[in-house]
């Protein structure tokens, strides 16, 4: 049989064989594509930090989102043999894709267009809801023995809570953040610490190791098309927090 | 008041049996113009369709022995007529509905703009001085064959005639929805961001009017139009009565109103005024049981005895308790509740939780004849809670 | 009703005259007219499970792209969360199982017996990387921190307070991710079994095998989504 | 008919004559791969959850008669009603359902109705009863595709059922059947009742998607020798379009109710406020699958009607092709327009996109009916019980259709959306056009399912009671949500009160008209005269096998000779059923 392997398909059964060296081909593209897009994103990151040029938030989002739907297609063509199928199951595929589509689409224009009248419709008015706090009470013992965690924060959101959980376990502000510091520093991924004393008034200077640290960069909704200097952007981040604390 | 083309001053018979006719604003009788509309132009190819059904079943019945006549299978110019026809009528019913629409959701930027809060189950509204509305109305078909609950009052909220509004409505717990029938139009209140509408409240007719009754319980008659407000999104138990009354009034008795709700007055009479808009659809006073524990002085309940909580341990209901209650009610509750009670927090001023306190302490000093009207509901709240 | 088995009496293709069959033929049931319209028919349904399933994942990309528009902040400090090269070492893996897994396919349809169970095995290792890449160096170690979803969230040091959200659907996506991968697993391990045991598999008998690993190829294909939004978009 | 002798079965029974003894019978019946089976069984289990639906409805309807009055004051011993919302002394319902207040048992009551209704019973009715009864032998072929996936569907669908009615024993709950957030995360917070019931809508949705591959690939490959896609009976074309929507639309609803659930459990907050998450996202997540849901149900029926007007007046359906195309487009335009559900919830640029495409839907909805109409011009018609529900079919889906319009306008909208013009709309739809067109297809095909004649006179007073029935039951709600009365509502607004109560005597009268039918089934099963193969004069294919049908559906695989509508040219004037089968015609092109 090996003579017949150095065609580009062949046919058992009358359902086309794919060659082995298609196959390899398209492994090798798969993890070329794979080295691509990791060497795109820490590449935009070095840029970034290096030169302190500010790229435009749409740039990582489109150069990792086009690889890979590459990688998708090269999957869906060639290991799922879709090029050589019946032109049936694309439709389907490629409909049900439609359908994805129109999902995600009309839910993202309700989502982002709330504030098209009034643009106090868009504010989040508060972290309210289920009262305000988490409550969740015991499920009812005789179904569970194992009863779902309850949470009282007490009006604040769960990550405001937590904080003032551990802040009361660690007794001050100092021993709350070198526990931070000894944590992050061992695990190698870490927020922004720097930015964390900056505000609380300490003036520590942590240089962290920044390998899995990229600067904040404002996403999809503000500033997609617009190149955002960290710093600034941190600025007016809390300018927003503020203005939101008033609007309520 | 300015009529536009669809809407007619005298509404038809039809669309009096329809919506009642009592349109209240301009938008409001618009979109009745455009439901008749809509209506006329259904009621002819309904009435068209289902008298040829009728026709041809009565023309065509099957007789013994003779088979349908042939007719073509289809025919493209009819079927493109009778595609082509309805579509571009749908796109007329289109593009007024979206005019419709701008007019019940788009306000001009000087209208009053009043904020409305929702949890279950009651509204609340603040005017633009910061006062909100004590006053509430007994509803007389809640008194048919059964007790008066002390928890059907509600509230009523005043805005002026003939004025723009613009509502900014928050809800503290699930979704509800802000429904004047008479203006109609609703918007759902969310509790994670401000939704909001607005109309033009209409000119009083001389025939309009209310009768008010004043914290002395004198009732007299003011010029004034009562609209219903329904909660229109389900939201639990007392979905159906979440609801409240919109009164309209002239200018000087509105403003006149608010200044006067905008000025301290006795804690007692604030919390009670209070309890009345507030919390009367959960909390009674006379030991009936409800959603939430009853502030009357009895069976354990009340300021001044102890609570026995769910979690085992018991409490003694005094300051803290109360004012822990209001602004985080969930952090302990009483044995054989629901955790309904959404967070008051931002809601009630100190000055509100005082008056709420001294309401609940003054409950528990009343007099004996209040106590013997409460000894025949104390089974039912000895066995319910 | 009985679904009878008819026995194949169909001759071997032509190009494969000479070949021993080694496998077994199950037969086709008995609504169909012959072998092809069963497998074409099999595979078509196969293929519209998997429209089903890439719906069903819909739902968490939806709720991906809603909340990154909303809190790009929180997304953007939830993605540095994660370490890009554990993602990386799993989207390799994957493409690696999922190139086996299509060798596996085309050593059926040639009867290459042995190949096609060192393919399936290599594929089942690979996925069990993938878990074991997945709980040990991600769960396990998020999870300790108090990363969590929803009220099991204790991680003291976010800061947006929508974080939490991040986390709710990093767990749900992967998790129900890496549930199929099990799902897969499985399908390819009766497979595995079913050649081991009764050389099940060869040129006019593979619909088991395409089916599973149409499967597996989905996985892979919802992997190579997710590895970009979770790990690099930031 | 041409044969071909390649598999004839010329010696087999009906499909229902199995083994001797009840064990091996009842075994037979549980393990069977045979679609006729299975389709029986859904039948039955079907018709059990419309029952335990319609019950609830009942009582939603009697606790409306009166403003206040509430069903749970109904003393279960003494069968006085205890006159009082307060609750001290209500017994009954209250303490067995364990509900903390009054009108949380009118709530769990609708829920119940809504929930029962949707999943259990609409959703699967016409596709997985008569659509597996009848999919494969219209189609010509011995079974539906993957035989064994089917009994599997089914299984989940008891499975699902069970879920749902353990949830509904253990108290049932009051989310609504729409299971909106944060109403849904939070209530009966500490039971696991609401559970139980999102897991019983999310398993009955695999059930769903498993019939929908099986006849969309059934559909594809299946088809007899010589039958073309056009060849195709219209109620074919009807469940290939409901199929792709359940292939395509119920995954989103299983990842929302696998997320409900999680919300539940651990709060992980994507739909809960407090968190961050969004609860009108979940209403987008809900009513994408739950709007192409709605087509789901309605399709099929209109299948049925375009079968029981063509045959029931002996007529070549009205333009074929439009009402093949339009049951596609209407699959296509249904996952276009689900944001009409939330217009009262959304941002304006959105409602706007909604409303305009959901005017979409109305144009092949009008097509289908002008056909409809069309095709009884020049007919020979026959008003027998079938017909009758079809020509209702027409009626009220007529109304349901067009009342819609206002409920896509937006300005009318904002008024009517959640009232009872809401209820009554959908109403009309879902009853007066599923429910109806489902009880005209059962009398269509009860002959050739069980091989019986039913009563045909009793029949047509139960159509006609349950028509008129139905009609006093939702017309008068159009009104009540115009004046302004709201969805929903335990207790309401005195002035509604003479609706209402028409409202409810009407719901007596379907229950009436319900019980005659369920009257006329029994005696048929039991004492019914022989089915001939071919009562009506069909010209599809399930009218040229035995009633009922031999286990194989047919003793020759059948080669398509005439079209499923060519009467004029194939029935001869003075057929008699006597007359199978029917004489060939010649002329035929």
């Known amino acids: 049989m090996s003579n017949h392997d150095t065609h580009a398909e062949e046919h058992a059964h009358g359902h086309p064989v794919v060659s082995w060296q298609i196959q390899l081909g398209v492994l090798l593209a798969l993890l070329f594509f794979t080295f691509a897009t990791v060497l795109f994103y820490n590449a935009e990151s070095w840029v970034e930090h290096a030169f302190e040029i500010h790229l435009p938030g749409w740039v990582n989002i489109v150069g990792a989102m086009s690889i890979a739907t590459v990688k998708a297609i090269l999957v869906c063509m060639f290991f799922m043999g879709l090029k050589y199928d019946k032109a049936l199951n694309t439709f389907a595929m490629l409909f049900c894709l439609f359908c994805v589509g129109l999902f995600l689409g009309f839910s993202m224009i309700d989502l982002d267009t709330r504030d098209r009248v009034e643009p106090w419709r868009k504010a989040e008015a508060s972290l309210g809801g289920t009262g305000k706090s988490l409550d969740s009470p015991p499920i009812d013992a005789r179904f569970d023995a194992n009863p779902s965690p309850s949470v009282s924060t007490g009006g604040l959101s769960i990550v405001e809570f937590r904080r003032q959980q551990k802040l009361e376990e660690k007794g001050s502000e100092e021993a709350f953040w070198s526990y931070y510091y000894k944590k992050h520093a061992e695990h190698q991924h870490s927020a922004d610490i720097n930015n964390y004393f900056a505000k609380l008034g300490y003036d520590h200077h942590v240089e962290l190791p920044t390998a899995n640290k990229a600067v904040p960069r404002h996403g999809l909704t503000p500033g997609l098309f617009a190149a955002v200097d960290p710093k600034e952007a941190a600025h007016d981040k809390s300018a927003d927090d503020h203005s939101d604390d008033s609007d309520h | 008041m300015n009529i536009p083309t669809l809407a007619s001053t005298n509404a038809s018979f039809l669309q009096r049996i329809i919506f009642g006719d009592n349109a209240a604003s301009e938008a409001a009788a618009w979109s009745d113009g455009l439901f008749m509309m809509i209506f006329w132009f259904s009621a002819f190819f309904f009435v068209l369709l289902m008298g040829l059904m009728v026709y041809f079943c009565i023309k065509y019945r099957r007789k013994p022995g003779v088979a349908a006549e042939p007719s073509p299978h289809h025919n493209l110019h009819i079927e493109i007529l009778w595609t082509v026809v309805p579509s571009a009528s749908l796109l007329v019913m289109f593009v007024l509905g979206f005019k419709g629409y701008a007019m019940k959701t788009v306000s001009p930027t000087d209208a009053m703009e009043l904020k409305v809060d929702a949890w279950k189950w009651a509204w609340k509204v603040t005017y633009p001085n910061g006062a909100s509305s004590p006053e509430t109305k007994f509803l007389s078909y809640q008194e048919t064959d059964i007790g008066i609950s002390s928890g059907l009052e509600y509230p009523i909220f005043y805005v002026p005639e003939d004025t723009e509004v613009k509502l900014r409505m928050h809800s503290q717990d699930v979704i509800h929805s802000f429904w004047i029938p008479e203006f109609r139009t609703k918007m759902d209140v969310i509790p994670n961001r401000y939704t909001g509408y607005g109309f033009k409240t209409p000119a009083l007719r001389d025939s309009d009017t209310v009768i008010q009754v004043d914290d002395q319980g004198i009732s007299s008659e003011i010029p004034g139009r009562d609209m219903w407000i329904f909660c229109a999104e389900y939201c639990g138990d007392e979905h159906s009565r979440m609801a409240a009354t919109l009164r309209i009034v002239p200018r000087e008795i509105y403003d006149e109103k608010i200044k006067f709700w905008g000025t301290p007055k006795d804690p007692k009479v604030l919390g009670q005024q209070l309890w009345k808009t507030m919390c009367a659809i959960c909390h009674s006073i006379d030991g009936s049981p409800g959603t939430g524990p009853t502030w009357a002085p009895m069976n354990g309940y009340g300021f001044g005895n102890m609570a026995q909580m769910d979690d085992g341990t018991e409490m003694m209901r005094d300051d803290n308790y109360i004012r822990q209650s209001i602004l985080d009610p969930n952090a302990h509750i009483v044995s054989g509740y629901a955790p309904a009670m959404p967070s008051f927090q931002g809601q009630l001023s100190d000055t509100d939780i005082e008056g709420l306190l001294a309401f609940i302490k003054s409950l528990a000093e009343s007099d004996s004849d209040e106590q013997e009207d409460n000894q025949q509901a104390d089974d039912s709240a000895g066995s319910d809670g | ?234 | 008919m041409t044969t071909l002798d390649a598999h004839a079965h010329h010696d087999e029974g009906s499909y229902f004559s199995g083994p001797p003894g009840m064990l091996s019978k009842v075994w037979q019946w549980m393990s069977t791969v045979d679609h006729k089976k299975i389709g029986v069984m859904y039948l039955f289990a079907i018709l059990f959850m419309f029952f335990l639906g319609g019950v609830a409805a009942l009582a939603v309807r009697y606790e409306l008669m009166d403003p206040v009055r509430t069903v749970q004051t109904l003393d279960m011993e003494t069968g006085e009603m205890i006159t009082t919302t307060t609750g001290e002394r209500l017994g009954g319902l209250k303490d067995i359902m364990g509900a903390k207040s009054a009108n949380e048992v009118y709530n769990r009551m609708f829920t119940l109705h809504g929930a029962v209704m949707v999943f259990m019973f609409i959703v699967p009715s016409i596709p997985a009863s008569l659509g597996n009864f009848f999919l494969p032998i219209m189609l010509g072929a011995k079974d539906v595709a993957f035989p064994r996936l089917n009994l599997l569907s089914w299984y989940i669908y008891v499975t699902g059922c069970v879920f749902g009615v353990l949830s509904i024993l253990m108290g049932g709950v009051d989310t609504g059947w729409t299971f909106y957030t944060p109403y849904s995360t939070t209530t009966d917070a500490d039971h696991w009742r609401v559970v139980l019931m999102i897991l019983a809508a999310f398993i009955l949705g695999f059930s769903s998607i498993l019939t929908g591959m099986n006849f969309v690939v059934s559909v594809h490959k299946l088809r007899a020798p010589g039958m073309g896609w056009f060849d195709m009976p219209l109620f074919l074309w009807a469940i290939y379009a409901t199929s792709i929507i359940q292939v395509l639309a119920t995954p989103v609803i299983g990842i929302t109710l696998l997320l409900l659930v999680f919300e539940r459990t651990m709060h992980i907050g994507i739909f809960d406020p407090a968190m961050g998450g969004d609860p009108v996202l979940y209403q987008h997540f809900f009513w994408f699958y739950s709007h192409p849901v709605v087509y789901v149900m309605i399709l099929p029926a209109m299948g049925i009607i375009s079968e029981l007007l063509a045959i029931h007046s002996r007529k070549h359906i009205f333009g074929y092709r439009a009402i093949a195309f339009s049951s596609l487009g209407i699959a296509a335009v249904s996952f276009l327009v689900w944001g009409h559900h939330i217009f009262t919830a959304m941002g304006e640029l959105a409602a706007i996109l909604f409303s305009g495409l959901t005017f979409l839907v109305a144009i092949p909805t009008a097509i289908k009916v002008f056909n409809w109409i069309a095709t009884l011009y020049k007919g020979s018609i026959v008003l027998n019980t079938p017909m009758l529900y079809a020509l209702a079919f027409l009626f009220t889906f007529s109304i349901g259709g067009l009342t819609g319009l206002p409920l896509a306008t937006l300005a009318t909208d904002l008024h009517l959306h959640d009232t009872y013009y809401v209820v009554a709309h959908f109403h009309y739809v879902m009853m007066g056009g599923t429910v109806i067109a489902f009880m005209g297809g059962i009398h269509h095909w009860w002959p050739k399912m069980f091989g019986k004649m039913y009563n045909e006179k009793a029949a047509i007073l139960g159509c006609i009671i349950v028509f008129i029935g139905f009609n006093l039951t939702f017309f008068t709600q159009f009104f009540l949500g115009t004046q302004g009365m709201p969805r929903r509502y335990a207790n309401y607004v005195d002035e509604f009160q003479t609706l209402h109560i028409i409202s409810t005597y009407g719901s007596w009268l379907l229950l009436l008209g319900f019980l005659i039918h369920l009257g006329t089934f029994i005696a048929s099963l039991v004492a019914g005269e022989k089915a001939p193969p071919n009562p009506w004069g069909g010209l599809t294919l399930e009218w040229e096998t035995e009633s009922p049908p031999i286990e194989h559906n047919f003793h020759h695989e059948p080669v398509l000779t005439h079209g499923p509508y060519d009467f004029e040219t194939t029935v001869p004037p003075h057929w008699d059923p006597k007359d199978y089968p029917l004489p060939e015609n010649p002329s035929r092109h």
């Open chain 3, 1 to 234: 009703m009985q679904t009878t088995l008819d026995a194949d009496t169909t001759p071997a293709p032509a190009h494969l005259a000479n070949h021993p069959t080694h496998w077994r033929n199950r037969g086709y049931a008995h609504h169909w007219k012959n072998r092809d319209e069963d497998f074409e028919a099999s595979k078509f349904g196969m293929w519209l499970f998997l429209t089903t399933e890439v719906l069903l994942f819909a739902g968490i990309f939806c709720g991906y792209a809603v909340f990154r528009m909303l809190y790009p902040d929180a997304w953007s400090n939830g993605s540095h969360y994660l370490d890009w090269r554990f993602g990386a070492a799993n989207t390799v893996v994957l493409l690696i199982s999922s190139w086996t897994v299509a060798s596996a396919v085309r050593c059926a349809q040639l009867n290459k017996q042995k190949w096609l169970k060192i393919n399936l095995i290599i594929t089942l290792l690979c996925a069990v990387l993938f878990v074991f890449i997945k709980l040990k160096f991600e769960y396990y170690v998020k999870l300790g921190d108090g990363k969590a979803p929803g009220t099991f969230f204790t991680y003291a040091f976010a800061e947006n307070p929508h974080e939490v959200l991040w986390w709710s659907l990093y767990y749900v996506g992967t998790g129900i991710h890496a549930l199929h991968v099990l799902i897969g697993a499985s399908l390819l391990g009766w497979v595995l079994y079913r050649s081991w045991k009764y050389q099940a598999y060869g040129p006019t008998e593979y619909l088991m095998v395409e089916n599973s690993a149409l499967y597996w190829h989905l996985v892979d294909l919802v992997w190579i989504f997710l590895f970009p939004l979770l790990y690099l978009i930031h």
